[in-house]
């Protein structure tokens, strides 16, 4: 079935670096724009931004450029988030989600990974 | 940015009740609007597209309308399992969510 299964939590100390993974399987990876949302502590949803899974081209929502970068492995048809220097505010669940429609941005989020948390603290 | 408004922020039910969740857009999104059900400790869970498109396997007594810069979703005979948290996105121009309703038991 078509699904996004994401790395475990991680806990990090300030200034180190996360690589969160989310691994698509039931569809072809390359036809889907891949999205990430941020969820801190019993707070809301937040759009980070999203990456062209056919070119690889990441956009950034406001707030999310610098230390957030969106990369892709095609061959194993898996999307990353990477955040550098980690701040305590970063701490939050981190979710992939696909873009409903092939080939269309922006669009509504049909599948959606389970999250990952990520936890800064020193 | 468009600003996504929720309301109410939080709204007590009973079961069998009709809810209505209201979604604001700072400007005009045409029919670039979705809803998703949230519960806790769960990702995020797609009800309806396009305003008022009911997602797959979603229960008919979930339906959404508007345009442009209102909309709203609607739980007819509300049931235990939909008690959670309701977000709006707008996807007209990149993507935004609105701050969430909690919907809670009475």
């Known amino acids: 079935q078509v699904q996004l299964v994401q790395s475990g939590s991680e806990l990090k100390k300030p200034g180190a670096s996360v690589k969160v993974s989310c691994k698509a399987s039931?569809?072809?990876?390359?036809?889907?724009?891949m999205n990430w949302v941020r969820q801190a502590p019993g707070q809301g949803l937040e759009w980070m931004g999203w990456?062209?899974?056919?070119?690889?081209?990441?956009t950034y929502a406001q707030g999310f450029t610098g230390r957030f970068v969106f990369s892709l492995d095609t061959s194993v048809s898996t999307a990353y988030l990477q955040i550098s220097s980690l701040k305590a505010e970063d701490t939050a669940v981190y979710y992939c989600a696909r873009g409903r429609t092939m080939f269309e941005f922006p669009n509504a989020f049909d599948i959606w990974g389970q999250g990952t948390m990520v936890t800064v603290s020193s | 940015a468009i600003r996504m408004t929720q309301s109410p922020s939080s709204l007590s039910a009973s079961t069998g009740d009709r809810v209505t969740i209201t979604c604001r857009a700072s400007?005009?999104?045409?029919?670039?609007l979705a809803w998703y059900q949230q519960k806790p400790g769960k990702a995020p869970k797609l009800l309806i597209y396009a305003a008022s498109t009911l997602q797959s396997g979603v229960p008919s007594r979930f339906s959404g309308s508007g345009s442009g810069t209102d909309f709203t979703l609607t739980i007819s005979c509300l049931q235990s399992e939909d008690f959670a948290t309701y977000y709006c996105q707008q996807y007209y121009s990149y993507s935004t969510f609105g701050q969430g309703t909690k919907l809670e038991i009475k």
């Open positions: 990456i062209n899974t056919n070119t690889g081209n990441p």
């Open positions: 400007q005009g999104i045409s029919s670039y």
């Open positions: 039931g569809y072809t990876f390359t036809s889907y724009a």
